[in-house]
């Protein structure tokens, strides 16, 4: 079995992979899905939630499982980036699920740095994402975990996130960390972003009409494309 390292997005935890995990049944795929601290996992009072220590934690969980592999969501393909980097990571394979590619990708993340702390900024999101929520039920639940998330954690991951792809581009942390492939539906993407994958060679795996949450809406097709995706890496 190939073992998979799953890694939410901004706000979200480990269950946004349930479906993905029972659609693997039928394959030689084993997803594993992990939370951050602050993300479905305990944010103890010392603790920060910017992308060097979420890095140094993910670092952590992919050597306790003994993979190579991970996939990570949105602003978690940053968070991968940097923790790929890290002297003797085990990380040799990023799957990168509509990472941030370019500063236009953090229109959820990167809204953190408008806001002067955790109390001001996490209600305003909510507040952002009911209004999305009451016609989307992929949003919907989105926001229900998000509810639980911690402000802080929120808050710092969100800027942060912000300040980092203001100076760098994702993308390009993204195509040197490692061995990785891009999975997304086109819709979805900036143009910006649609522009700077048509000028790389980052390998790149359709998933038509999925939804941001691919692994919620379309976990079978994910799992596909995924197994695609490996096997062209490893050519």
Not at 54 to 69: D, K
């Amino acid at each position: 079995m190939t073992k998979i390292i799953c890694v939410a997005g901004f706000g979200d935890d480990a269950t946004m992979f349930d479906a993905l995990v029972e659609a693997a049944n039928r394959t030689s795929l084993q997803f594993v899905p992990i939370n951050l601290p602050g993300f479905g996992a305990p944010f103890p009072d010392r603790q920060k939630a910017d992308l060097d220590s979420l890095a140094g934690a993910l670092v952590e969980r992919v050597a306790a499982e003994g993979a190579q592999i991970v996939l990570a969501h949105s602003v978690a393909s940053i968070i991968a980036s940097v923790a790929a980097r890290r002297p003797q990571s085990p990380i040799q394979t990023i799957l990168s699920l509509e990472g941030n590619l370019t500063a236009e990708d953090a229109y959820f993340s990167g809204t953190a740095a408008d806001y002067a702390s955790p109390d001001a900024f996490k209600p305003a999101f909510l507040d952002r994402l009911q209004g999305l929520a009451e016609s989307d039920p992929i949003i919907a639940r989105y926001r229900g975990v998000v509810a639980n998330a911690d402000p802080r954690a929120m808050w710092e991951l969100g800027c942060d996130a912000y300040a980092f792809s203001q100076k760098n581009c994702p993308g390009q942390w993204l195509l040197t960390a490692a061995r990785s492939a891009y999975l997304y539906s086109p819709s979805n993407l900036p143009e910006r972003s649609l522009s700077w994958l048509e000028d790389t060679p980052l390998p790149r795996f359709e998933l038509p009409g999925a939804s941001h949450w691919a692994s919620v809406d379309q976990p079978e097709l994910l799992a596909s494309k995924i197994a695609e995706a490996l096997l062209n890496l490893s050519k």
